[in-house]
C-alpha cells in the first residue's frame, strides 16, 4: 500500500466526527495519470488510534497497488497521532531528568525498560524527521536547530510536526515515518521497530 498526504487542518477528533475520509479525493491514479488502468475507490480501513478513524483508499487494478490518503493529524506506519508523537519527543526534549523518569511518567502502564524502548522509538523517529527536513528544505529550516522548539519558533505554530509534514510538500516521500511517507528508517533498534509496526492498524 502507498501512503499519499491528505491536506487536512483537523484534529483527529475533528476528522472522526466530520467522517472526513468520506470527502476525501484522489481524482487520477497516481501511476496512471492518463486513466485506463481500473483506478476506483476500495474500502477504507479502520486504524486503531484514535477510535474510529477510517483511511480513504483507493485501488489500481492494472498495477495491483493500493493508495491511501492519510491526514495530517495521523502519523505513518504508527496508530497514533502526529501530536502525541509529538507530546514524547517534546517531554524528552525539555526534559530536566532521566529518561528513564520521562518514560515512567509517559507511560506508567508497563516496565520502566518497555516504556524507555517505546519513548526512544518515537523521540528518534522525530530526530531524523528533522535532519532529513533541514536538508531537504535548507531554503525554509536551513539555519533552523532541528529540534521541535527550533521548528515552532520559525514557524510560529503550538505543533511543529503536523506543519513539517505540509512544509515538505513535494519532498515528503522523502522524509522516513512517522512525519514522511516515505521507507522505514533502518537504523537503531530493529527488532522494536518491527514489533511495533506489527501492532499497528495499517495494513500490510
Known sequence: MVQLRHASQLTSEEYVKQRAWESASLEQCPVHPEGGCGFARHTAYARVEPPGMLIARWYCEEGHITFSLLPDCLASRLSAT????EKVALAVEQR???IEVVAARLRPDIEVQGAVRWVRRRVVAVA???K???GLRPDVFGGVAPTLGGVCAALDVAEALPAVRAS???QLRQMPPYVGLGARHRGGDRGQRGRQQG???DPP
Open 199 to 201: 501492532a499497528g492498524a
Open 82 to 85: 502526529l501530536v502525541a508523537v
Open 96 to 98: 530536566t531528568t532521566s
Open 128 to 130: 531524523i524527521a528533522l
Open 168 to 170: 515538505a510538500g513535494a
Open 132 to 134: 532529513v527536513l533541514k
